[in-house]
């Protein structure tokens, strides 16, 4: 069987290194504003799930996460203390705890979402639909194998 050129060892290896690039510059943008409410990734990474999951359960975002519950902990306290999410004891199950981001937490969102959305739109507009579709699906592949 032919081995495909893009999956030699050297190119694998280019292509996890553009992916971590790509990561780093992108969570990069994001950083002037994390600074100024003084968190971090983990604390954006919360916010984002959130603002795409609203009412998102406590065991459901550990399980996006993929992190301990006493590191969900820590981030979950510091944000309470921003005064960025609220929480809502589930109306069937009172043991159940939904989380939100509150107004304060929804601009705190936009203005890290605003500082990625120059660089990942810039990228979109100068790629061919074929080329996003196709990454895309790339991209679906590496996360859900």
């Given at each position: 069987?032919?081995?495909?050129?893009?999956?030699?060892?050297?190119?694998?290896?280019?292509?996890?290194?553009?992916?971590?690039?790509?990561?780093?510059?992108?969570?990069?943008?994001?950083?002037?504003?994390?600074?100024?409410?003084?968190?971090?990734?983990?604390?954006?990474?919360?916010?984002?799930?959130?603002?795409?999951?609203?009412?998102?359960?406590?065991?459901?975002?550990?399980?996006?996460?993929?992190?301990?519950?006493?590191?969900?902990?820590?981030?979950?306290?510091?944000?309470?203390?921003l005064n960025v999410?609220?929480?809502?004891?589930?109306?069937?199950?009172?043991?159940?705890?939904?989380?939100?981001?509150?107004?304060?937490?929804?601009?705190?969102?936009?203005?890290?979402?605003?500082?990625?959305?120059?660089?990942?739109?810039?990228?979109?507009?100068?790629?061919?639909?074929?080329?996003?579709l196709s990454f895309?699906?790339?991209?679906?592949?590496?996360?859900?194998?």
């Open positions: 069987m032919k081995e495909f050129l893009y999956l030699r060892d050297d190119k694998l290896k280019e292509f996890i290194e553009k992916i971590f690039m790509g990561y780093r510059e992108s969570f990069n943008d994001a950083k002037k504003t994390l600074n100024k409410y003084s968190i971090g990734i983990a604390h954006h990474k919360v916010i984002h799930l959130l603002s795409i999951y609203k009412g998102i359960t406590i065991s459901e975002l550990l399980k996006k996460l993929k992190v301990t519950k006493q590191s969900l902990n820590r981030v979950l306290k510091d944000l309470i203390k999410i609220s929480f809502k004891k589930d109306d069937k199950d009172t043991r159940l705890k939904h989380v939100f981001l509150n107004e304060k937490g929804k601009k705190v969102f936009n203005e890290i979402f605003l500082s990625q959305k120059k660089r990942i739109y810039k990228a979109l507009i100068k790629s061919t639909p074929e080329e996003v895309e699906n790339v991209l679906k592949k590496i996360i859900h194998e």
